[in-house]
């Protein structure tokens, strides 16, 4: 059996929990936890969503993204709304408290991207975006594991 720092798993492991902590560290700064940033992102773009629409888009169960929602609710980050064309469905929709947000997040993300790929080429960049791209897809083909 290789070592376990041979193993390609755990080390994406490794990364996938410190760029976490760093990218936790820095929504912290302005108030969000992650996760967070992906649903006002996806709030902003479009005018409210369902819960259930805003799960599948963050690809988590609807029980998770309620929970999520009732925190951002409580900070004044989310509002629920009636939906206009159904009357029995609720839209969530960003505040303006959040939507000023956004900048911020679009910085931290972008720092973030930049300290992870520092020092790669173009090319490295383009193999590396191929090659977690089929990764993916090796394993949304395969979840019988």
């Not at 064309?85 to 000023?100: H, M, P, V």
């Not at 991207?113 to 193999?127: I, Y």
């Amino acid at each position: 059996m290789p070592p376990a720092d041979d193993k390609i798993g755990l080390l994406l492991i490794q990364i996938m929990k410190r760029h976490r902590y760093l990218a936790e560290h820095a929504l912290s700064k302005i108030g969000l936890h992650v996760g967070q940033e992906a649903i006002l992102i996806q709030l902003a773009e479009s005018d409210g969503m369902r819960p259930s629409d805003l799960a599948a888009c963050m690809d988590v169960e609807p029980p998770t993204i309620t929970r999520v929602l009732q925190r951002m609710e409580n900070t004044g980050l989310v509002e629920r709304r009636e939906d206009p064309e159904d009357g029995r469905a609720t839209l969530i929709c960003a505040t303006e408290q959040a939507k000023s947000l956004l900048p911020a997040v679009d910085d931290i993300w972008t720092q973030l991207e930049q300290t992870t790929l520092a020092n790669f080429s173009d090319v490295e960049l383009a193999l590396l975006r191929r090659l977690l791209n089929q990764m993916l897809d090796n394993l949304n083909k395969n979840s019988d594991l």
